[in-house]
């Protein structure tokens, strides 16, 4: 049995924002519903997986409900950024998607990260409901999010560091 489950249904706002200087920062996913604020401390590799996976389980909702008005990406930066208090629950260790077609709603889960000493069905568990339109503007800005870190590696796709960066590839030549 979970430590608990929490339903953010429906959700206000839904964001994730990094906090932090490139290279030392948290990645945080956020949403409000009246005056509660849920927050969950995510990696910037699963931000990027989600904002890669929502563009293409959005063209899958959208194949399978031609009649679905399309869904905006457009945001406002200001209104993306998160809000304290920053306050998380756990880490993630497992993030989903799900489609209510009758409601027409997105269900993002976030399932905690559990150490080996957890018990395996104990992890808690937050689902955020939110609207196709919310859920894009989410990824659209996640990738906005994690393109303001360290740049990539060409070669071997690890973040560079301003003094250099051992890369495998180049056989630890810093370059």
Not at 6 to 14: N, R, S
Not at 78 to 104: S, T
Request: charged residues 30%; proline residues 7%.
């Amino acid at each position: 049995m979970p430590r608990f489950e929490i339903d953010v249904d429906p959700c206000d706002h839904l964001t994730a924002d990094a906090i932090g200087r490139p290279g030392q920062r948290v990645f945080y996913m956020q949403a409000y519903q009246d005056q509660r604020t849920i927050t969950v401390i995510i990696e910037k590799a699963q931000l990027h997986s989600l904002a890669i996976g929502v563009e293409q389980f959005l063209a899958q909702i959208d194949e399978q409900n031609p009649d679905l008005s399309e869904a905006s990406a457009d945001y406002v930066e200001e209104v993306m950024r998160i809000n304290p208090p920053v306050d998380p629950l756990f880490r993630a260790g497992e993030i989903g998607l799900g489609y209510d077609k009758e409601r027409d709603k997105v269900v993002l889960f976030v399932k905690e990260i559990l150490t080996e000493e957890d018990e395996p069905d104990n992890a808690a568990v937050v689902r955020f409901w939110a609207s196709r339109k919310q859920v894009r503007m989410l990824a659209r800005w996640g990738v906005e999010v994690v393109s303001r870190g360290r740049p990539l590696c060409p070669q071997c796709g690890q973040p560079e560091e301003p003094e250099g960066h051992f890369c495998p590839k180049k056989n630890g030549h810093l370059h």
